[in-house]
């Protein structure tokens, strides 16, 4: 990303989560877990639904994928804090920043659409369970998830893109431990009008058409959910779509806390950063795992093809 020579600040201090070294060293350690075990959860994860046929469905699909994405958006900031934690000085390049915002748009939008997309998966297989091969056709599940990818690094390219252009020249302290593009406008001297209308004409009709899908096919799944006459009949429509709900509930309760605080480097407001970056990723192969019979055979299944003793 090349930045002009207009830019007076070359670099930001991040603030982090505690200015007290012992505490620090306690974050560095509890991060450090978290972060692995999202590693090994999301890849084990993507291993499975690869290696074991019996996964490959339009619903394991949107799974690999929506690990691959908790892969990625853990990547994007628990490095960098982990880093920081260790370091005195805690400094992120200005490119180095923009890159993080763009990495970290990009997923965070991504990820909302795939979720939208699993939900339409689920209404389809629980209100229209005998057309489900049909209508979730392998052209219409892989278009879901491009689609999904495309609309994410579009609306993260426009906004990073602008961002770029903006000069850097007030405090260079973001009281946060990412960068974020709501934490950057306050540090900048230039005017800002254009990206926050830009920001705001992409991002809430995005959040509010993932928000709209998930929540009308919820309202047509529970409907019919309703009308199953036995008990057994509900519970076991139920718990196909409970581990999706919890994801949702989980990724879209967290980061619209978080973003509807102003930015000002609060602790409730990093706690709801903490949560949606770096639990959620670590959280979600837990609950698909779980709560689903399937995927804990797959994983037997996998883990003795590979480890057979």
Request: aromatic letters at 12%; a neutral charge; hydrophobic letters at 45%.
């Amino acid at each position: 990303m090349a930045l002009g020579n207009h830019s007076t600040i070359l670099e930001f201090i991040l603030l982090g989560l505690s200015a007290d070294p012992h505490v620090q060293a306690l974050l560095f350690v509890l991060f450090l877990g978290i972060y692995i075990l999202t590693l090994m959860g999301n890849l084990l994860m993507l291993l499975v639904v690869r290696a074991d046929p019996q996964l490959h469905t339009p619903m394991y699909f949107f799974l690999s994928h929506l690990s691959f994405l908790d892969f990625c958006f853990s990547s994007a900031t628990v490095p960098k804090l982990l880093e920081n934690l260790l370091s005195q000085r805690k400094t992120i390049s200005v490119g180095g920043c923009l890159a993080q915002v763009f990495f970290v748009f990009e997923s965070g939008g991504t990820e909302a659409c795939l979720l939208s997309a699993m939900a339409y998966d689920r209404y389809v297989a629980i209100c229209h369970p005998l057309l489900y091969g049909q209508m979730m056709s392998d052209q219409l599940c892989k278009g879901l998830v491009w689609g999904s990818w495309g609309l994410g690094f579009l609306n993260a390219f426009i906004n990073t893109l602008l961002a770029m252009n903006l000069d850097f020249c007030r405090d260079d302290s973001i009281p946060h431990y990412s960068c974020e593009l709501p934490s950057l406008f306050p540090l900048s001297c230039s005017d800002i009008t254009t990206n926050v209308t830009v920001l705001l004409c992409s991002s809430i009709p995005h959040a509010l058409g993932t928000c709209f899908l998930i929540i009308y096919s919820y309202t047509l799944i529970v409907s019919t959910i309703l009308n199953i006459s036995s008990t057994s009949g509900r519970s076991k429509a139920f718990s196909t779509c409970s581990s999706h709900l919890t994801v949702v509930l989980l990724y879209f309760g967290s980061a619209i806390l978080r973003y509807v605080m102003p930015t000002s480097g609060s602790a409730l407001e990093l706690i709801f950063s903490v949560q949606y970056s770096a639990i959620t990723p670590l959280v979600n192969p837990l609950i698909y795992s779980l709560k689903n019979n399937e995927v804990k055979a797959a994983v037997r299944r996998t883990l003795k093809k590979y480890l057979p003793y």
